[in-house]
């Protein structure tokens, strides 16, 4: 995981969706336990 990567998860700036992946990867969870959709 790249230092740019974990900045923006620090500072609640928008990832990819493989930087999201990778994280259910590593964390072996899925989507769900990751992000959470509220509507505006």
Known sequence: ??????????????ITLNTLNDLCNMLDCDIKDVIEYTKD
Do not use: Q, T
Not at 1 to 14: A, C, E, F, Q, V
């Open 1 to 14: 995981m790249s230092r740019g990567m974990l900045d923006n998860l620090k500072h609640n700036r928008s």
